[in-house]
C-alpha cells in the first residue's frame, strides 16, 4: 500500500512569487492536514480539508490557502512568498476528520530567496 | 506561555534505560498525539488518546484530563529510539479545530 506521497520533495522561489505544493494521500484516506516545520516555531498545524471542505484550520494568514480534490489529492498554495515562509511543508492524510491517526508524507522543504 | 509544554527539552540516556517524556497543556482538548521525527525529517504518529493508557511494543502513553498532562515512557530503550518526540494536542474553539504542537523533546540513546 503507497504511503501518502509530497511533491515536489524540494523547491527554491524568490520573494513575492506564489507555490503550489501537492499532496497524494493513502489510497481510501479522504482527509488531508497541512503542517508548517521551521527551526523556530516547530511544527504547525496549518489546514485540514475531508471530503473537499476545510474541517479545521490553524492560525495563518490568508496567504496561506488549500483545496482537496474529488480523488482526495489536495494542494496548498501560497501567495506573495516571504523570506520566513521557508520551512519544512508536511502533509498527512487520515481516514476520518479531526483527532484520528494520522500518516505523514516526507514533506516538501521550500527555500524563499 | 506556550499552549503546550513538553519536558525535557533534551534528554541523553543509556541504552536498556527507561525513559518519561512528559506534555502538558493548557487548553481545552479532544484528544493528545504523540509523534516521533527522526533525522531526515519522516513524522511517525506513535499513539492518539483521549483518556487512560495505551502500549505499543516498549512504548507506553498515558493521559490524565483533569490534571492537563500525558506522559510518553520508553521501556528497555534502544539507540534507534533516538529521534524528536512531539506532543500535540487538537482543541475545538467553535466549529473548527486546531491542532497545537509542543516544541518536542530530543533523545539521544547512547549503546
Known amino acids: 500500500k503507497a504511503g501518502v506521497t509530497q511533491t515536489p520533495r524540494y523547491l527554491i522561489k524568490t520573494r513575492g512569487q506564489q507555490v503550489t505544493l501537492s499532496c497524494s494521500p493513502i489510497?481510501?484516506?479522504?482527509?488531508v492536514s497541512w503542517y508548517q516545520q521551521t527551526p523556530g516555531q516547530g511544527l504547525q498545524f496549518l489546514f485540514e480539508?475531508?471530503?473537499?471542505?476545510?474541517?479545521n484550520k490553524g492560525n495563518f494568514p490568508g496567504r496561506f490557502s488549500g483545496r482537496q480534490f474529488s480523488n482526495s489529492r489536495s494542494e496548498m498554495n501560497v501567495s506573495t512568498l516571504e523570506l520566513g515562509d521557508s520551512a519544512l511543508y508536511l502533509c498527512?492524510?487520515?481516514?476520518?476528520?479531526?483527532?484520528?491517526?494520522?500518516?505523514f508524507g516526507q514533506g516538501t522543504r521550500l527555500t524563499v530567496v | 506561555k506556550n499552549e503546550v509544554e513538553q519536558s525535557p527539552q533534551n534528554l541523553t540516556a543509556q541504552e536498556g534505560e527507561f525513559i518519561t517524556i512528559n506534555c502538558s497543556y493548557s487548553?481545552?482538548?479532544?484528544?493528545l498525539h504523540w509523534l516521533q521525527q527522526h533525522p531526515g525529517g519522516g513524522i511517525v504518529s506513535l499513539f492518539m488518546?483521549?483518556?487512560g493508557k495505551k502500549k505499543h511494543g516498549r512504548l507506553i502513553a498515558t493521559i490524565n484530563i483533569q490534571e492537563k498532562h500525558s506522559s510518553l515512557h520508553i521501556t528497555a530503550s534502544h539507540p534507534r529510539d533516538s529521534a524528536v518526540y512531539i506532543c500535540?494536542?487538537?482543541?475545538?474553539?467553535?466549529?473548527?479545530?486546531?491542532?497545537?504542537f509542543g516544541k518536542g523533546t530530543k533523545l539521544s540513546v547512547k549503546p
Open positions: 487548553v481545552g482538548i479532544s484528544a
Open positions: 488518546l483521549s483518556s
Open positions: 498527512a492524510s487520515s481516514l476520518a476528520s479531526g483527532a484520528t491517526e494520522a500518516f
Open positions: 480539508y475531508f471530503s473537499e471542505t476545510q474541517r
Open positions: 489510497s481510501g484516506h479522504r482527509s
Open positions: 500535540a494536542v487538537w482543541n475545538y474553539g467553535g466549529s473548527q479545530g486546531n491542532l497545537i
